[in-house]
């Protein structure tokens, strides 16, 4: 069966230093992978996807993540974090069609 | 597009009455999802449809909750009788695109 772990459930970096989100897979096939956002108090936002094309994923708001089977990881990653990057982060896998799974979220708090 | 639309935003209610949760999905999309989000249990997929056909209802909590979705605009997440434990955000998103779902905003839901 396929898992989702998100190795820490809060980060805190300060204003213009990179984040690190930590994502590992499990899955017996070559899952589809994504990276969601979530703000306080609204629904979930499709930040990137990964479906096996290229490894390294770019995706809004300057965020990109790249895909390692051998370590089957799946690391979300900015450059310079900014104040309006402080939401939960969700690593999500697509094994069988539409059936998701979730992992548990890291938050992230960007201090100025 | 307005994207997907939830209500109400919040509703608050008593042990023992019916709620009723309703959601416009992105015109278009052919697949809606149900997820309910607590801090205990995270996020939840209830229930999924596929062309306005049921396909894994397997998260559905007990016989008093049902979903319909009579037409491809328009679906329904009821609960009779609510309980206290049902309280949550109630999540409705929409996909044209395995994983890459569009949520609405979400209805807080309250029972005392």
């Known amino acids: 069966a396929q898992s989702v772990t998100q190795l820490d459930s809060h980060v805190s970096v300060s204003e213009g230093t990179p984040v690190l989100l930590r994502c590992n897979y499990s899955?017996?096939?070559?899952?589809?992978l994504f990276w969601y956002v979530q703000h306080p108090n609204k629904g979930l936002q499709l930040l990137l996807k990964?479906?096996?094309?290229?490894?390294l994923v770019k995706g809004i708001n300057g965020f990109e993540a790249e895909f390692k089977k051998s370590e089957t990881s799946f690391h979300l990653t900015k450059p310079s974090a900014h104040m309006s990057d402080a939401a939960e982060y969700f690593c999500?896998?697509?094994?069988?069609?539409?059936?998701?799974?979730f992992g548990a979220g890291t938050i992230l708090r960007v201090k100025s | 597009d307005a994207g997907v639309i939830q209500s109400p935003r919040h509703e608050v209610t008593e042990m023992g009455q019916e709620v009723t949760l309703r959601c416009k999905p992105i015109?278009?999309?052919?697949?809606l999802f149900w997820y309910r989000q607590t801090m205990m249990r995270g996020l939840e997929l209830l229930i999924y449809?596929?062309?306005?056909?049921?396909?894994?209802d397997s998260g559905m909590p007990e016989d008093r909750f049902s979903a319909k979705m009579p037409n491809a605009s328009f679906s329904t997440l009821k609960i009779q009788p609510s309980e206290p434990r049902d309280s949550a955000v109630y999540f409705c998103?929409?996909?044209?695109?395995?994983?890459?779902?569009?949520f609405g905003e979400g209805s807080r839901l309250t029972v005392l």
């Open positions: 998103a929409s996909s044209l695109v395995v994983g890459e779902l569009f």
């Open positions: 899955s017996s096939y070559s899952p589809s």
């Open positions: 990964y479906t096996s094309a290229a490894t």
């Open positions: 999500v896998s697509a094994e069988y069609g539409n059936k998701l799974v």
């Open positions: 015109s278009g999309h052919n697949s």
């Open positions: 449809f596929n062309n306005n056909v049921p396909i894994d």
